[in-house]
């Protein structure tokens, strides 16, 4: 568990958690908003590789849906830090960063049969962030978790679990 924080219900308890877990990172060099498109590009593969539809028709993959949950909530940690980055550096207010946690809910979105990682990969090409961007990336981030039968709930309950991973396993240790 960490110190002061309780297990997250919302969006925003996602963020806050993000920005607790990103103060604790000892980062090389000022992370800046192409990095963190980077990084998003990096773990949309990582999780399309974990799928049953993965790009490499080629392998024989033996499918693992607690895998394929992490790295789905890999995304979701960079989307969390690409939104408070955008809060940051004043491109979405605060009250837009609320807002943006209504688009995180189960009951907002429907699930589009043509979602993949693709489309969370052409969201990002957006060079300025703003709220609706930041909204839209959002919305096909929670279809695309419920495309592959992911609620809400499982995200939170992953990215806490992977939080407290990173918190206690990897700083200081893996991530020097």
Known sequence: MIMGFKRPETFEDILNLQKHLDKHINNCRVRTINDIKLSLIEECTEFNKETKDSHKTWKTHIYNKEKELEELVDIWFFVAQLV?????????????????????????????????????????????????????????????????????????????????????????????
């Open 84 to 176: 408070n980055y955008a809060e940051s550096i004043g491109h979405i207010s605060m009250q837009e960063v609320t807002r943006l946690s209504n688009f995180f809910k189960d009951d907002n979105i429907y699930t589009d049969k043509n979602i993949s990682v693709l489309t969370i990969i052409f969201d990002l090409r957006s060079s300025k962030m703003h709220y609706d961007w930041l909204k839209f990336l959002i919305m096909d981030l929670i279809n695309l978790s419920h495309y592959y039968a992911y609620t809400t709930k499982d995200i939170l309950e992953g990215y806490w679990k992977k939080l407290n991973y990173n918190l206690n396993e990897r700083i200081g240790k893996e991530w020097n």
